[in-house]
Nanobody, 127 residues
Framework: QVQVVESGGGLVQPGGSLRLSCAAS????????IGWFRQAPGKLREGVGC????????HYADSVKGRFTISGDNAKNTVWLQMDSLNPEDTAVYYC????????????????????WGQGTRVTVSS
């Protein structure tokens, strides 16, 4: 059974850092891309970025470029989202999901291209 589980959320002060993990099971990352998404209260779910397990390609949303870093270890079947210079606008529930391989080409932050979502992990940036 394809499954992803997020962890690592919590409360952090503005300017701080947090690292989220996405542990995959039931499939190998070698052939899939993993996307990170977030959903703030009252807002639509938005793409944060993605990483291809096949070639390591990484894509970031403009809002997090230069502050967030996505990495992965196929041997551990795990993807991480390192978040630095956090600000209150980053407060949200963060999700990882598996990109449907039907969508070829490079991974994107388009929600509809992903399935097998995790339960999410909450990140709160506040002083």
């Amino acid at each position: 059974q394809v499954q992803v589980v997020e962890s690592g959320g919590g409360l952090v002060q503005p300017g701080g850092s947090l690292r989220l993990s996405c542990a995959a099971s039931g499939f190998t990352l070698d052939y899939y891309a993993i996307g990170w998404f977030r959903q703030a209260p009252g807002k639509l779910r938005e793409g944060v970025g993605c990483i291809s397990g096949r070639d390591g390609f990484v894509h970031y949303a403009d809002s997090v470029k230069g502050r967030f870093t996505i990495s992965g270890d196929n041997a551990k079947n795990t993807v991480w989202l390192q978040m630095d210079s956090l600000n209150p606008e980053d407060t949200a529930v963060y999700y990882c999901a598996v990109r449907d391989p039907w969508y070829g080409g490079r991974c994107t932050g388009e929600v509809h291209e992903y399935n097998s979502w995790g339960q999410g992990t909450r990140v709160t940036v506040s002083s």
